[in-house]
């Protein structure tokens, strides 16, 4: 697989990054495209054409995304979305280009192991938002973490040998090359078959990581419709930490998470990047 393209998608987004860090600051006076623009050191021709290429919608659409009011609207036509999902038995809906996830929950004993036994593949690789580390095992995909050091989050690495301490892991990005172009599908790519994932969790945080799947893409929840759809309403601190500890995020999409006040709040790898990844599947839904 040639991963030319990743490359340089990673280098655009590291502009978009940018572009939305400043937009963030800035979104209150509503700046000019041209003070946008300026803020990454591109002209207003090439921003422009980047930012919709990248995102999928133009900067002045994406700025209205980022306000606190829209936030709110997209809240209020998504806030039933998991009991819609629930009650037509959904289990994993509406991933990029119809990608499903499936999700297999290990056993208490193999829980209690971390992994011993466990032979976990893992590699780096470029994707359109950054490099990122991917990890599998013969059940399916366990590990992905972007690796910027400015995400604010541990190195995925260390993380993947906390989470399973007692598994063998083995440097082999061949494993996990192929897979990269199914999770981050370039534009205009054939709809991929599943993806199988491998989570251990307490049953707790698999009830949490399951309701994540069945948020469509192009909306959001919060924590406390994830608690209430899980039978436990009141629940919704220990639902933000089962969420903060999503071992797969992307394809377990914790990202479309946000304050029930209409704050998109904190990312492990960063707001803009949480952001990034809302505009780019809004986008995605509207075609």
Request: net charge neutral; aromatic share 10%; proline share 6%.
């Amino acid at each position: 697989m040639d991963s030319t393209p990743y490359n340089t998608l990673s280098e655009d987004y590291q502009r978009i990054e940018k572009a939305i860090q400043f937009l963030e600051a800035n979104y209150q006076r509503q700046p000019e495209l041209s003070e946008i623009a300026a803020s990454v050191h591109l002209s207003e021709y090439h921003f422009q054409r980047l930012f919709s290429q990248w995102v999928g919608i133009s900067p002045k659409r994406f700025l209205q995304f980022l306000t606190k009011e829209n936030a709110k609207r997209l809240l209020e036509h998504s806030a039933s979305v998991l009991e819609a999902a629930y009650a037509s038995g959904l289990s994993g809906p509406g991933r990029l280009h119809d990608l499903f996830v499936s999700c297999e929950a290990v056993t208490p004993g193999e829980y209690k192991q971390r992994g011993a036994g466990l032979t976990i593949r893992y590699g780096m690789h470029p994707t359109p938002f950054g490099e990122c580390l991917l990890a599998v095992t013969s059940r399916g995909i366990c590990g992905l973490g972007f690796t910027a050091e400015h995400s604010g989050y541990g190195c995925p690495l260390d993380e993947l040998r906390h989470f399973w301490q007692q598994a063998e892991l083995v440097y082999d990005a061949s494993a996990t090359e192929a897979l990269i172009e199914r999770i981050f599908p370039l534009p205009g790519a054939a709809p991929s078959a599943p993806l199988q994932i491998y989570l251990r969790g307490t049953n707790f945080q698999i009830k949490v990581w399951e309701a994540l799947l069945r948020i469509p893409i192009g909306q959001v929840t919060t924590y406390q419709e994830i608690a209430a759809a899980i039978g436990q309403p009141q629940a919704a601190r220990a639902v933000g930490n089962a969420v903060g500890s999503n071992p797969i995020p992307v394809l377990v999409p914790c990202h479309r998470v946000i304050r029930k006040e209409g704050v998109f709040g904190n990312y492990r790898y960063g707001s803009a990047r949480k952001k990034a990844l809302l505009g780019w599947e809004l986008a995605q839904a509207n075609r």
